[in-house]
């Protein structure tokens, strides 16, 4: 019998797959992690904007944990599964002088842009992502 787990994104980032990967495997049977396009990565191509250039750092944090010290990195930020921190991502940005850019539901039917810190709203579904970009690309 072959069985397959779906999931958003890639299985190998902040996905919930890894979790049972690691059980199927304790328990002697086969399993395969097949990757598919990150979150971060499909959000950055929707937007119409790079993650990383040059010599910039790019960082992935989850926002469901403190996110102040992230903020102090150089480099881009993106912030994964913004949707319950929301309130509080967007004061510390406010906080530190940072604009950012939202997706919610990257890809989805009920896909929503945001453009600014300030177009973001206090409240967003499970899947949002902000990108801050440490310096936006001259055009």
Not at 30 to 41: D, M, R, T, W, Y
Not at 73 to 99: H, R, W, Y
Request: with cysteine.
């Amino acid at each position: 019998m072959d069985i397959a787990f779906l999931t958003l994104g890639d299985p190998t980032v902040y996905s919930t797959y890894l979790y049972l990967h690691k059980i199927v495997r304790k328990q002697g049977f086969l399993a395969e992690i097949i990757s598919g396009i990150p979150s971060f990565c499909a959000a950055a191509a929707r937007m119409e904007t790079g993650l990383a250039e040059k010599d910039q750092a790019l960082h992935i944090i989850p926002a469901a944990y403190e996110v102040e010290e992230w903020l102090e990195l150089s480099g881009t930020k993106v912030f994964m599964k913004a949707g319950k921190q929301l309130a509080k991502v967007k004061k510390k940005l406010s906080e530190k002088n940072l604009d950012g850019r939202m997706i919610e539901n990257c890809g989805m039917r009920d896909e929503k842009l945001y453009g600014s810190i300030n177009e973001i709203p206090q409240e967003a579904g499970y899947y949002s992502l902000i990108i801050v970009k440490e310096q936006e690309d001259v055009q």
